[in-house]
Nanobody, 125 residues
Framework: QVQLVESGGGLVQTGGSLRLVCEAS????????MGWFRQTPANEREFVAA????????YFSDSAKGRFTIWRDNAKNTVYLQMNGLKPEDTAVYHC??????????????????WGQGTQVTVSS
């Protein structure tokens, strides 16, 4: 059974930082690209960041570029999202997701087979 479990969310002030962690089990982690998406209060799901199976390539939304970093540790079946310079518009439930290699576009939620339950990030102004 595949499980993706996110942690690290919380309440921070504008300009603060959080590190999200996603631990995967039940799948050949090193064979999957990983992504982070967020579900906004308006109930829209947005792509945030993605990393290839080998960590050789990383991708970010325009809003995340320059503020967020993504990396992975295949030995620990874990992917991380470091978020700096947080803004109120970053408030959302953040989900990690696993995408089989070469299965669609990294920014498309439809390309991802497995999803975690999410972790809440709230940024106060």
């Amino acid at each position: 059974q595949v499980q993706l479990v996110e942690s690290g969310g919380g309440l921070v002030q504008t300009g603060g930082s959080l590190r999200l962690v996603c631990e995967a089990s039940g799948l050949p982690f090193a064979s999957y690209s990983m992504g982070w998406f967020r579900q906004t209060p308006a109930n829209e799901r947005e792509f945030v960041a993605a990393i290839s199976w080998s960590a050789g390539n990383t991708y970010f939304s325009d809003s995340a570029k320059g503020r967020f970093t993504i990396w992975r540790d295949n030995a620990k079946n874990t992917v991380y999202l470091q978020m700096n310079g947080l803004k109120p518009e970053d408030t959302a439930v953040y989900h990690c997701a696993a995408r089989p290699v070469y299965n669609g576009a990294y920014y498309s939620e439809n390309a991802y087979d497995y999803w975690g339950q999410g972790t809440q990030v709230t940024v106060s102004s």
